[in-house]
Nanobody, 124 residues
Framework: QVQLVESGGGLVQAGDSLRLSCTAP????????MGWFRQAPGKEREFVAA????????YNEDSVKGRFAISRDNAKNTVYLQMNSLKPEDTAVYFC?????????????????WGRGTQVTVSA
């Protein structure tokens, strides 16, 4: 089991930016496919973005494309989710996740390691 720790969430206003961080054990970020999901109250968990170890990324085009960017720093064992132009509908708990090497999957069942999440609240 890989321990993932998210940070960077908070309360912001619509239009603001936030950068979430996910810290992982050494060599996890450079080896695994890393992803971000989110879950709003009363809703199912939703794919946000993912990045494979070789670099390709995938995004939920319907909700975050063009506003969010996923990246990683292998030296710091950290994955980031830069969130710009935040909207109230982005309010959710954001989870970092890791999967065995492969294409950046949008399916949460592909990921077998999850952090506890960090709350992001966007006020109108």
């Amino acid at each position: 089991q890989v321990q993932l720790v998210e940070s960077g969430g908070g309360l912001v206003q619509a239009g603001d930016s936030l950068r979430l961080s996910c810290t992982a054990p050494p060599r996890t970020v450079m080896w695994y496919t890393m992803g971000w999901f989110r879950q709003a109250p009363g809703k199912e968990r939703e794919f946000v973005a993912a990045i494979s170890r070789s670099g390709p990324t995938s995004y939920n085009e319907d909700s975050v494309k063009g506003r969010f960017a996923i990246s990683r720093d292998n030296a710091k064992n950290t994955v980031y989710l830069q969130m710009n132009s935040l909207k109230p509908e982005d309010t959710a708990v954001y989870f970092c996740t890791a999967a065995q090497p492969g294409a950046p999957s949008r399916v949460d069942g592909s990921y077998d390691n999850w952090g506890r999440g960090t709350q992001v609240t966007v006020s109108a």
